[in-house]
């Protein structure tokens, strides 16, 4: 039944698309654009299975780029104070708490503007190659990287690299001003050439209109090969930074992007990322019916929460298919 000709068109891996068809897909009853996204979805995963990802923040606060919505960045008064680099061991030993929890994948993050050659660049090189010989996927955000450090974190055995392009490429000097949009996409084409997969996405709920959404899904679209992972953030508004007065946004917003994005990129695992805190139960299940397969696992983010791990288990098994974890 999902063979017609119709569904096979959907389902076809395009780098073409444009702005005006993706507004329109955003803009699409959202019945059957969660219809359509689930054919998609169920041709390309069959298993339909969640991806679990826990995060741990290595380097925590004090950055100096000036991201609007980051409770990180050196150029606002937040409660999250900058802390020493956490040493390997300790890193290690929660990437093995991560693991006994059922985490598929251990992503680690710095709160930099780039990477820089020395001995933390040498750590973070171990803390890889320790996560890989625990058996899990590794995951790293730092920042921008040049080919070379792209190339040793290849060679550490580095599964992905996450640098998102968080908006459009119109509203992005309203959201970051340190560091341009071309520096990202710089950084994304060193992480690929260095053959590391790509974690790109973005954020909603900064203040941007239904038009920055589906450009910067154009952007990621475009991107050839497609990311592998996508993660799609709700805004989380902190006090202290220049968003805490932001709106949350409407679930079903988020809804329509894990939609919206599984349309067009199949294959990627769409996570949905920050916000999930906020989320009832039934809204995450919507999104996971609309092409979300992969979550943050575990109580924190880098710096804010997320649902306790016993929530997140029984909400899984309350769906069925992975009473094992
Ligand atoms: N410093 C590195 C960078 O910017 O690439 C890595 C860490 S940074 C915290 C990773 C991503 O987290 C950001 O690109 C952004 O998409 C997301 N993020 C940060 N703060 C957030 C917030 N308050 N709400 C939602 N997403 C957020
Ligand atoms: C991503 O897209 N979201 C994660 C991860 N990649 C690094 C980070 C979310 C951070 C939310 C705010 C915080 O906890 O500091
Ligand atoms: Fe720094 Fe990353 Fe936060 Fe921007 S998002 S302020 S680069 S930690």
């Known amino acids: 039944m999902l063979n017609t000709a119709s569904t096979l068109t959907n389902a076809e891996i395009r780098h073409d698309w444009t702005t005006a068809e993706i507004l329109q897909l955003l803009q699409q009853p959202l019945l059957d654009l969660v219809y359509r996204a689930q054919t998609i979805h169920r041709r390309y995963y069959p298993d339909h299975d969640i991806q ?78 320790g996560v890989r010989s625990l058996g899990l996927e590794a995951c790293v955000t730092a920042g921008m990287l040049n080919d070379s450090q792209a190339q040793r974190l290849a060679e550490a055995g580095l599964t992905a690299y996450n640098h998102n392009l968080d908006t459009s490429p119109e509203f992005y000097d309203q959201i970051i001003t340190t560091r341009t949009y071309g520096d990202r996409l710089q950084t994304l084409d060193a992480v690929r050439r260095a053959g590391i997969t790509v974690c790109c996405g973005g954020i909603i709920g900064l203040g941007e209109t239904l038009s920055d959404r589906a450009q910067m899904l154009q952007v990621l679209a475009t991107l050839t090969p497609h990311p592998e992972s996508v993660p799609i953030n709700a805004l989380v508004a902190v006090a202290g930074t220049p968003l805490q007065e932001q709106q949350p946004i409407d679930p079903l917003d988020l809804v329509r992007m894990c939609a919206t994005a599984r349309i067009l990129m199949p294959q990627a695992r769409v996570r949905l990322s920050a916000g999930r805190s906020s989320l009832s139960r039934e809204a995450q299940v919507l999104c996971f019916m609309a092409g979300a397969n992969s979550i943050f696992y575990g109580d924190k983010l880098l710096t804010t929460g997320n649902p306790e791990c016993d929530a997140d288990r029984q909400l899984l098994n309350d769906i069925g298919g992975v009473s094992d974890r």
């Open 52 to 129: 679990l990802a826990t995060l741990l923040s290595v380097k925590t606060g004090g950055c100096s780029e000036n991201c609007a919505y980051c409770p990180q960045s050196a150029h606002y008064e937040t409660t999250v104070e900058k802390q020493p680099i956490l040493p390997v061991a300790e890193v290690l030993a929660a990437a093995e708490r991560a693991k006994e929890l059922g985490s598929d994948r251990f992503c680690m993050g710095w709160a930099w503007r780039e990477i820089r050659d020395g001995k933390a660049f040498d750590d973070m090189l171990e803390m890889v190659r």
